[in-house]
């Protein structure tokens, strides 16, 4: 059931904008078995229409929907109240304040207030400001409320890739921050004919089964030495523009050039901790699972922060440590000089 928010202790700002003199209309979108449903004015749900775009979610029809809705986002072009919030910490792109159940997200100038999970909504209020038009802005703006909605619908955001060799019913998670290889031994697992889900941006999920990664953006991210590496240039249709905010990084949609190696959905048996090393070989060592969890921990920082989620997001990181094997793999120069030495010598390590 979707309520609507309570402010305790806190009193509204005034309204800024006529937007309240302007119908609000209702659009849902589907991703991993998850229903959300947006709510504003036709110029916000076009720019949430936008973004998801970029996305695996579907457009779904609100008088026939497949699922109940887990989670309300209403967009406002308004102020937004006043929060008694103190002691933030930074984040990406801004500050967040937690109390207790309720979070709120001071995100490039904007507003966004994740209530508790009996009420099942997150209201976001776009700023006016010219910083907060840009595109970027906006975008990161609607991925914070679609991840905290998404969220308290059980589903977690992870900054991870996801591949499966030829034959494999089980995936091999690529996790890492930004700069550490994963992207780079994707694109040379996949040139190698491996299969794919994503290359660091996917959902986790427990069920009964087992967690399963589900894929998340449909356009992976590659710099620019990566495409001339991995030969990647050969596909000229599945090169798009550069990447906001980051101009050495090339949106790249994978499966316009592989298009029989795409997978939506698996459940992992294996975790790699990709690292770029200056030595000529290859090397993978085996992690313990307690240093798994404590790595995957550090990719997950609202695992921790918010506070109404984290026992079933680390519950859910603690089961996906049960159900795999954990390896780094410091990669070495074969891994352009001889990239179809690559997979094998992952089988074979992983297997041993």
Request: charged share 20%; hydrophobic share 40%; proline share 6%.
């Amino acid at each position: 059931m979707l309520e609507d928010l309570s402010f305790r202790g806190s009193a509204r700002a005034p309204w800024r904008s006529t937007e309240s003199s302007r119908s609000k209309g209702i659009r849902h979108y589907s991703v991993a078995d998850r229903t959300l449903c947006f709510k504003g004015v036709d110029e916000l749900l076009d720019l949430v229409h936008d973004f998801l775009s970029g996305y695996y979610f579907t457009p779904a029809d609100s008088s026939n929907l497949r699922n109940q809705p887990v989670h309300l986002i209403e967009i406002h072009r308004s102020a937004p109240p006043a929060f008694p919030f103190e002691n933030g910490f930074a984040i990406e792109d801004g500050y967040c304040y937690a109390d207790h159940e309720q979070i709120v997200l001071l995100v490039n100038g904007s507003t966004i207030a994740v209530s508790a999970p009996a009420l099942n909504r997150t209201d976001v209020w776009l700023s006016d400001t010219t910083a907060s038009r840009h595109t970027l802005a906006i975008n990161n703006v609607i991925l914070y409320a679609v991840q905290a909605a998404l969220r308290r619908g059980g589903m977690y955001q992870f900054h991870a890739g996801c591949v499966l060799a030829p034959d494999a019913t089980g995936g091999m998670l690529l996790v890492g921050d930004s700069g550490c290889g994963k992207s780079t031994l994707t694109a040379v697992l996949i040139r190698n004919g491996w299969r794919f889900v994503s290359d660091d941006n996917l959902l986790l999920r427990d069920t009964p089964a087992g967690i399963l990664a589900w894929a998340l953006r449909r356009y992976f991210t590659f710099a620019e030495s990566t495409l001339n590496e991995c030969e990647l240039r050969q596909f000229p249709d599945a090169i798009g523009p550069r990447v906001p905010g980051d101009r050495d990084k090339v949106r790249f949609y994978a499966r316009r050039a592989f298009p029989e190696s795409f997978v939506e959905t698996c459940v992992p048996d294996v975790i790699l901790f990709p690292a770029i090393g200056a030595e000529p070989q290859t090397r993978i060592e085996p992690v313990k699972p307690g240093d798994a969890l404590a790595r995957l921990l550090r990719q997950c920082p609202w695992a921790i922060c918010d506070t109404a989620t984290a026992p079933d997001h680390v519950r859910a990181l603690a089961n996906l440590i049960k159900q795999t094997r954990s390896y780094s793999v410091i990669t070495g120069r074969d891994v352009f000089d001889q990239p179809s030495s690559i997979p094998g010598l992952i089988n074979q390590r992983i297997n041993d």
